[in-house]
């Protein structure tokens, strides 16, 4: 079912695209040798190019282009063998050159397409229009003095992707879908972190609406967006007003919006500026940049398992859809999964991993790059599980003491006494001792009260404090009450 936003005059349809800007990870900026560490001290790691000094020349950082081929290729899209840079021209106080080095008419990354996942499985491919490079401005800080602003070079120079959709979302949870999966791939390729609390992505989110078989209407840009709920929140205020608007006999026009996250609503920051109003023209201190084929096959060669191929594969292995989805959204969850499943049974492992750990990752407020039990660990318990020393509720309790001792499970089972008991015999005395504790019972069972056979199990396991092997006890049970 379509999503739609209901107006006074009826339903009205949502039209989205993202601009996503992934900073690129790579030791040195874009077209300097300065670092790029983030949260270094104001301006210190800044270079004379970063600075604008006159007559410093950029010098292209290769791991940087190939930063942007082997997204390019993780986005399924063509890569552009010859593309260009070029100057756009604007003037704020943390651009020192007064224009930015960025790439319009000649990007290095062309079409793509990638598949999102929504929260009912269907699934939806988005268009990708490009890919461009392009070096971060600085950073103006408006709060460390009361009549100044403050500038921070660091982040000047900085190597940016810009990843440009085609308007092909249609709702705020495709939007937040789309960002999900583009941040997913980025950090399984290793070419952005993702961090949006850092600033190093965040999406410039365009919006307009319309009628059931109308065309496009006017958009509005929501600028810098830098959390994935935020641009759901944001395209469902801005598609809002824009209803308002047009309902009311009135004219949406383009401009750039900031979203108030405070108050849940945009806010009007300038009139959107054409490619004109920038000056466009080549880079003259930039050749264009050439790529050679066998370079770009040698880093498509290199590239790590993508998600949706490794979803497939634990698919394959047994796992749901659902779990396979869930243990390939973070690629650290997916290596830990890996390393608790192998050669071992994998629906077992998965269990394991999404149930009771993600329960404990949650409670402790940790997460899987700083987990509270190893992978190695938790592999280790399933293997106690899978020999029959552990019972499924003595595993529990075992999980629960890795929990808090950070020991492994054989030393706890050991510690503690806790190994499942799989002797026939000794499981015998016991639901001889429970079955004479309770001739009535025994009595009323065999004059047909089958329910109590649950009763006597109880009995058992309580009185082996549950270390009785459940099968074992349920087998043992049934055959004493048959005498």
């Known amino acids: 079912m379509s999503y739609t936003i209901e107006g006074r005059t009826g339903p009205w349809e949502l039209v989205i695209g993202l601009e996503i800007h992934a900073q690129v990870i790579s030791q040195a900026k874009l077209f300097s040798g300065a670092a790029t560490e983030f949260g270094a001290a104001p ?90 490079l392009e070096q971060d401005a600085g950073k103006s800080l408006h709060d460390q003095h009361a009549t100044k602003s403050f500038i921070d070079l660091n982040r000047s120079g900085v190597a940016l992707m810009e990843i440009v959709s085609e308007p ?15 941040r997913q791939i980025l950090r ?32 509005c840009e929501v600028k810098n967006v830098n959390s994935i709920r935020f641009v759901m929140q944001a395209v469902e205020a801005e598609a809002r007003r824009q209803i308002e608007v047009w309902e009311a006999g009135e004219e949406v026009f383009q401009e750039t919006r900031l979203f108030d996250t405070a108050r849940g609503i945009t806010r009007s920051m300038r009139s959107k500026e054409d490619a004109h109003d920038y000056r466009y023209f080549p880079e003259p201190d930039l050749p264009p940049l050439v790529l050679e084929q066998d370079w770009v096959e040698a880093l498509k060669a ?30 650290e969850t997916a290596v830990f999964f890996e390393t608790v499943a192998k050669g071992r049974d994998a629906k077992l492992a998965a269990n394991w991993v999404t149930g009771d750990f993600f329960a404990a990752l949650n409670r402790l407020k940790r997460d899987v790059a700083d987990p509270p039990v190893t992978a190695e ?7 106690l599980i899978s020999d029959k020393t552990l019972s499924g509720s003595l595993a529990k309790q075992v999980f629960e003491a890795m929990l ?8 706890i089972v050991e510690e503690r006494g806790l190994k499942q008991v799989t002797d026939t015999g000794a499981i015998e005395a016991v639901v001889a001792q429970v079955m004479e504790a309770n001739a009535d019972k025994v009595a009323e069972y065999r004059s047909g009260k089958d329910k109590l056979f649950g009763f006597f199990v109880g009995q058992t396991m309580k009185a082996m404090q549950g270390k009785g092997n459940p099968a074992l006890v349920n087998e043992v049970v049934k055959a004493k009450l048959s005498e």
């Not at 092909?168 to 583009?182: F, N």
């Not at 790590?304 to 292995?317: G, K």
């Not at 660990?377 to 293997?383: E, I, K, R, T, V």
Request: overall charge negative; glycine content about 10%; some cysteine.
């Open 43 to 132: 301006n210190s790691q800044v270079s004379f190019i970063d600075a604008g000094f006159p007559g410093m020349l950029p010098v292209i950082n290769e791991e940087c282009v190939a930063q942007a081929v082997r997204t390019g290729l993780g986005l399924n899209a063509q890569v552009n063998l010859w593309s260009r840079f070029d100057r756009k021209n604007y003037f704020y106080a943390d651009l020192p050159q007064g224009y930015q080095i960025s790439q319009f008419a000649h990007p290095i990354i062309g079409e793509g397409a990638v598949e999102i996942t929504l929260a009912d499985g269907a699934t939806k491919t988005i268009g990708i229009t490009r890919l461009h």
């Open 168 to 182: 092909d979302m249609r709702s705020p949870e495709e939007a937040g879908a789309y960002l999900t999966k583009i």
């Open 188 to 219: 399984y390729l290793g070419t952005c972190d993702g961090n949006m609390d850092e600033g190093s992505m965040r999406a410039d989110v365009n919006v307009s609406v319309r009628k059931a078989g109308e065309g496009f209407r006017t958009r």
């Open 302 to 331: 290199a590239l790590p398992e993508l998600p949706d191929v490794r979803r497939a594969r634990y698919v394959a292995m047994g796992l749901s859809p659902y779990d396979a989805h869930v243990l390939t959204l973070e690629k």
């Open 377 to 383: 660990n938790l592999g280790a318990l399933l293997d």
């Open 404 to 411: 808090e001792t950070g020991k492994a499970p054989g030393e």
